[in-house]
């Protein structure tokens, strides 16, 4: 049998392939960094004390010289829908006084990633003077430990300095929460990251909890010169009906705490 034979060939004049070039700017929202503000980064999970956010964020408004910016869980949001006065909208509490910002998991990667872009929990991390987390679930205090970071709040706490080495506290008057951390000798000084746990009291009494918070406040606590510093939750009845320990602790203490780590307790009082 004879080759088959190829026959009026032509070039077909291909170009190369040229790279997209977006223009975009490198971050649609500003994270100042030498703004004599003190910044709050505040955090709820998937509990149902993430109706006391906006207590929180009213309480801490008597205080004009804090930002605050907000990260809620994708649980989270479910309890901030407008249900009742005591659960307002999300963008009923983006337009509450000191809230500076409001983020989600879709905020991370919104946008196709270009080199010179800012990475959003990264960009958080530096922002922020301390990280409240309140409430902290379950779920998520598992999660902290083993190291994950599937989600944009996990993504910043995985991210965190846990050395003093890359972010510097910065001098602002009154703050002294955060850089009165000294932990061991020679051990430089580092932003903390307080957590209020918030679960069901058979969940609270989980073995594996204890061991969970042993992590924060043992191995990575403030005392021991680390970064985390667990609000102990309290006993009273819980809203599935429950009575026993595992309620976040009252957020009246936990405003008091922040004002306190963060020295604002002289510019103002809790409402």
């Given at each position: 049998?004879?080759?088959?034979?190829?026959?009026?060939?032509r070039?077909?004049?291909?170009?190369?392939?040229?790279?997209?070039?977006?223009?975009?700017?490198?971050?649609?929202?500003?994270?100042?960094?030498?703004?004599?503000?003190?910044?709050?980064?505040?955090?709820?999970?998937?509990?149902?004390?993430?109706?006391?956010?906006?207590?929180?964020?009213?309480?801490?408004?008597?205080?004009?010289?804090?930002?605050?910016?907000?990260?809620?869980?994708?649980?989270?949001?479910?309890?901030?829908?407008?249900?009742?006065?005591?659960?307002?909208?999300?963008?009923?509490?983006?337009?509450?006084p000191?809230v500076?910002?409001?983020?989600?998991?879709?905020?991370e990667?919104?946008?196709?990633?270009?080199?010179?872009?800012?990475?959003?929990?990264?960009?958080?991390?530096?922002?922020?003077?301390?990280?409240?987390?309140?409430?902290?679930?379950?779920?998520?205090?598992?999660?902290?430990?083993?190291?994950?970071?599937?989600?944009?709040?996990?993504?910043?706490?995985?991210?965190?300095?846990?050395?003093?080495?890359?972010?510097?506290?910065?001098d602002?008057?009154?703050?002294?929460?955060?850089?009165?951390?000294?932990?061991?000798?020679?051990?430089?000084?580092?932003k903390?990251?307080?957590?209020?746990?918030?679960?069901?009291?058979?969940?609270?009494?989980?073995?594996?909890?204890?061991?969970?918070?042993?992590?924060?406040?043992?191995?990575?606590?403030?005392?021991?010169?680390?970064?985390?510093?667990?609000?102990?939750?309290?006993?009273?009845?819980?809203?599935?009906?429950?009575?026993?320990?595992?309620?976040?602790?009252?957020?009246?203490?936990?405003?008091?705490?922040?004002?306190?780590?963060?020295?604002?307790?002289?510019?103002?009082?809790?409402?």
């Open positions: 049998m004879s080759a088959a034979e190829i026959r009026d060939l070039p077909l004049h291909l170009e190369a392939v040229q790279h997209q070039h977006i223009s975009r700017p490198v971050s649609p929202i500003p994270f100042p960094l030498n703004d004599s503000k003190i910044h709050l980064l505040l955090c709820a999970t998937g509990s149902v004390a993430t109706i006391k956010i906006p207590n929180i964020i009213t309480a801490l408004s008597a205080h004009p010289n804090l930002s605050i910016r907000l990260i809620f869980t994708a649980s989270a949001t479910n309890f901030l829908a407008g249900q009742s006065a005591e659960q307002p909208s999300l963008q009923d509490i983006a337009a509450l000191n500076d910002g409001m983020f989600f998991d879709e905020d990667w919104r946008d196709p990633w270009v080199r010179g872009n800012h990475i959003l929990h990264i960009e958080l991390r530096r922002w922020a003077d301390i990280m409240v987390v309140a409430p902290l679930s379950a779920d998520t205090l598992a999660k902290i430990t083993q190291g994950w970071s599937d989600n944009l709040l996990l993504s910043v706490i995985r991210a965190w300095d846990t050395t003093g080495e890359l972010d510097v506290v910065r602002v008057p009154g703050l002294n929460g955060t850089d009165s951390i000294q932990g061991q000798a020679g051990s430089k000084r580092k903390r990251i307080l957590v209020a746990p918030a679960m069901n009291t058979a969940m609270w009494l989980q073995p594996i909890t204890k061991k969970q918070l042993d992590v924060l406040n043992e191995e990575w606590g403030v005392k021991n010169g680390g970064w985390f510093e667990v609000l102990t939750p309290m006993s009273k009845e819980l809203a599935c009906g429950d009575v026993g320990g595992g309620a976040m602790k009252d957020w009246r203490e936990i405003v008091e705490v922040i004002e306190d780590r963060l020295g604002l307790k002289s510019s103002g009082a809790v409402a």
